[in-house]
């Protein structure tokens, strides 16, 4: 059974600051999802990761994939409490999507 | 609107009876995915449809059951409810390979 770990599992930061969330699995992917949700609704892809090594930017999101393909880093610089909610990775192989069991974020203004 | 639609919103049933969800996916795609999403557990996989055929299984209970119609719609039924049932149930879709899924807003099951 492949399992995805996330770290911290709670993360409350004030509005500014850098932080960087973490997920990690023994298991070899041949892809990474990040995905954030929010209350009352379902999660929403924000990047996938393909190769090993990779880095992706969106805005102030940086998504790397690491070089084994096991495991992703997510980096938010300057949180804001837009940011505010819960962010899942997912590994895709074989089989539907694994998901961790995601970091909660809240940026306190 | 992410163009997954799951309804009901909120369904609360008592213990034993059974209940169906209901999903229709994004226009064009036809995997259909289900999901179940509680706190201590995350977000766990129940079972894949694709294009009206069962594609994989994960952890889905044998009182749980789904089928995808024609139309590409999807219904979970759930029976003999326990309170341990209680969670946000997903339906997710996408185009199949290793594409990103898209999420309904999800059914919110509390079982009492």
């Known amino acids: 059974t492949q399992l995805l770990e996330q770290s911290p599992q709670f993360l409350s930061i004030q509005e500014g600051e850098n932080l960087t969330v973490y997920c990690n699995s023994s298991?070899?992917?041949?892809?990474l999802q990040w995905y954030r949700q929010e209350p009352g609704e379902g999660p929403v892809l924000l990047v996938t990761v393909v190769t090993g090594g990779e880095v992706k930017k969106l805005k102030r999101l940086t998504f790397q994939f690491g070089d084994a393909r096991k495991d992703s880093s997510l980096h938010i610089t300057a949180a804001q409490p837009g940011d505010t909610g819960l962010y899942l990775c997912?590994?895709?192989?074989?089989?539907?999507?694994?998901f961790g069991k995601g970091t909660r974020l809240s940026v306190i203004a | 609107d992410s163009g997954v639609t799951q309804t009901p919103k909120h369904l609360i049933t008592a213990t034993g009876q059974r209940v169906t969800l209901r999903c229709s996916p994004r226009?064009?795609?036809?995997?259909v995915y289900w999901y179940q999403q509680s706190l201590d557990q995350g977000l766990q996989f129940l079972i894949q449809y694709y294009n009206g055929e069962e594609r994989a299984k994960g952890n889905i209970l044998e009182r749980f059951s789904a089928q995808q119609f024609p139309d590409l719609h999807s219904e979970l039924n759930l029976s003999s409810l326990e309170l341990g049932d209680s969670a946000l149930y997903f339906c997710?879709?996408?185009?199949?390979?290793?594409?990103?899924?898209?999420f309904g807003s999800g059914t919110r099951l509390t079982v009492v």
């Open positions: 298991s070899v992917f041949s892809s």
């Open positions: 997912a590994g895709s192989g074989n089989t539907p999507l694994v």
């Open positions: 226009s064009g795609d036809l995997s």
């Open positions: 997710a879709s996408s185009l199949g390979g290793s594409g990103g899924y898209t």
